[in-house]
């Protein structure tokens, strides 16, 4: 008795189930967020404003009933809700009588260059994306003007911004465009407003690795040039318009990631502490050295403002990691953040719902499990901030 076997191509059967995840991400996208599927921020609490503002509830409220500044939002319980613009619209007003310059619109002045900080590692998992979202939200909730900047092919940044690869992306829109051998584009043709203000991105999608693919080609024909610094060149064009650019670099270190080095002024690679994360953190942290080691024989300048290590998904009650933990901070000091982010599950059921934690309801979570998080992310986020500050060559 014969038995008849279908064979498939095992690229039709990958494509086939890429377009039927993408279908349903698409599907999924628009039902949560009718009618446009765009995104849109979350107000805040009078609390949370009065956080983000450095000031306190009582003199917000102060500043409502004299009429100064935007009126908030007030619902049934007579609580006051504050929109992502109106805690801007507050920050312009509060720096005009303000006792420092900087106290509400911390950044740059005359003089201070652009931060441009690469966030890098090679392992999945260990919150490289998840770091660098909740950096640039952070940033630009406290009044930094930011750019984030998704090189990864993955796209995960960009998704997480309401930007879906497969569907808005067709037609290119991503730092490819700027850096490309043949014709680049102005960046400014690929800078995307979101939804929050202060913040704009450059999506990413899989034709970033159209770039890894021609840089070889380009450099054995004699035409890359100088190709590690064309990231660079393409932000001098937007010099003037950030205080910040947050770069979601690859997890490998090709060409996108070397180019993204070369422009960086500040690198966080994130660390995951568990043993075998720290062990191919070695092997990534040696690759990267000798990689560093080339582009500067060829004529870049590699000096950086600050290196930073960030643990990330870290358990208090995991012995092991303390373990680790204590290791890594006996042997690199003060270049491990002092803050660490905490695994939540708060972080990753926001995730589901393609939202960082900046952007749900609090009354989604229990409160402790959502404050938590939220404390630990703040102060990861504003030791950064003090870090870009300082390099500014300010007191923090």
């Given amino acids: 008795m014969s038995k008849t076997q279908e064979h498939e191509d095992l690229n039709a059967v990958i494509r086939q189930h890429s377009e039927w995840l993408a279908q349903q991400l698409h599907a ?30 009582s003199y917000l409220r102060k500043l409502h009933l004299d009429g100064k500044g935007p009126s908030p939002e007030l619902t049934p319980g007579n609580r006051r809700l504050y929109s992502a613009r109106d805690i801007q619209e507050l920050r312009v007003l509060l720096e005009k009588t303000a006792r420092k310059a900087g106290d509400y619109l911390p950044g740059r002045r005359d003089g201070d260059h652009m931060q441009i900080i690469g966030v890098m590692n090679f392992k999945g998992g260990s919150g490289k994306t998840t770091t660098a979202a909740h950096l640039a939200q952070r940033l630009a909730l406290s009044g930094y003007r930011v750019l984030a900047i998704d ?94 650019v947050v770069i979601d670099c690859p997890p490998q270190l090709g060409f996108l990631t070397m180019s993204a080095l070369s422009a960086a002024t500040g690198v966080l690679v994130t660390i995951h502490p568990e043993m075998l994360d720290v062990m191919s953190m070695s092997q990534f942290l040696r690759m990267t050295a000798d990689l560093m080691d ?27 990691q303390n373990r680790i933990v204590a290791f890594l901070r006996t042997m690199y000091g003060d270049s491990v953040l002092n803050a660490q982010m905490l695994k939540s599950t708060a972080i990753s059921d926001a995730g589901l719902t393609k939202q960082t934690l900046y952007e749900v309801e609090r009354s989604a979570f229990t409160r402790s499990t959502y404050d938590r998080a939220v404390e630990s992310l703040n102060a990861v986020n504003d030791e950064i901030s003090q870090l870009i500050q300082k390099t500014w060559g300010r007191d923090t």
């Fill in 28 to 57: 999924q996208r628009e039902s949560l967020f009718p009618p446009d599927a765009s995104k849109k921020m979350r107000k805040f609490m009078s609390g949370e404003a009065a956080a983000l503002l450095g000031v306190t509830d």
């Fill in 151 to 244: 090189l990864d092919p993955q796209a995960s940044l960009t998704a997480l911004h309401g930007v879906q690869p497969e569907f808005d992306l067709v037609d290119g829109g991503t730092l490819y465009d700027a850096i490309r051998y043949d014709d680049p584009d102005p960046i400014r043709t690929v800078i995307r407003q979101t939804y929050i203000p202060n913040l704009d991105l450059i999506p990413g999608n899989l034709e970033l690795m159209e770039f890894e693919h021609e840089t070889p080609r380009a450099l054995s024909q004699g035409n890359a040039g100088l190709f590690f610094f064309r990231v660079k060149e393409a932000l001098a064009q937007v010099d003037d318009d950030y205080d910040v």
């Fill in 294 to 320: 080339v582009i500067a024989e060829s004529g870049a300048d590699m000096s950086h403002d600050w290196m930073r290590y960030v643990l990330t998904r870290y358990e208090p009650a995991d012995a092991p």
